[in-house]
């Protein structure tokens, strides 16, 4: 007989096999007619314009990282959810199962709260603003004109 484990190994060793022998199998039977269209970056019938190895702002980067980080913890929390839930672990030990779980998760989401004010706290979540730079036409008007033209306007 074979545990729960060995019956995963086997399922996951025989997972790898089919999938190696079907692009073994596709390897074989494909064409192997490359052109220069075939090999340009966009297959999508339009001509590339450019090149398209340029570089994105690292800010979308590090929001992306964050969000998988706190994603991930979903992972986590549904394993959890079933045993926390389950009655026949709770009964055995006089609820102390329960308990032990529930501090467990706590310490959990407490360590990535604390991520989170780390991650905020340095300011990785803002977004970098351009910054404005004003208008360098000098002109022949005073300011205090403009000045009384705006204050004219808003009191109305």
Do not use: C
């Given at each position: ?8 190994l ?13 692009f073994?199998?596709s ?17 999508s019938?339009?001509?590339?314009i ?10 979308f980067y590090?929001v992306?990282l ?36 529930l501090?467990?998760m ?24 351009p910054e ?24 109305k």
């Amino acid at each position: 007989m074979l545990s729960d484990f060995g019956i995963v190994l086997l399922a996951l060793i025989f997972a790898a096999v089919a999938l190696m022998l079907v692009f073994g199998i596709s390897w074989l039977l494909r064409p192997k007619k490359p052109t220069e269209e075939k090999l340009s970056t966009y297959e999508s019938g339009e001509a590339p314009i450019g090149n398209a190895n340029i570089r994105f702002n690292v800010r979308f980067y590090i929001v992306a990282l964050v969000f998988i980080l706190f994603d991930v913890e979903l992972v986590f929390m549904f394993p959890w959810s079933t045993v926390f839930g389950n009655k026949e672990f709770i009964e055995q030990t006089n609820g102390q199962w329960g308990w032990f779980t529930l501090a467990e998760m706590l310490i959990f989401i407490v360590v990535l709260a604390l991520g989170l004010a780390y991650v905020w706290a340095k300011g990785h979540l803002e977004w970098v603003k351009p910054e404005v730079k004003g208008p360098k036409f000098k002109s022949k008007v005073p300011m205090n004109m403009y000045e009384n033209v705006n204050k004219k306007y808003a009191e109305k």
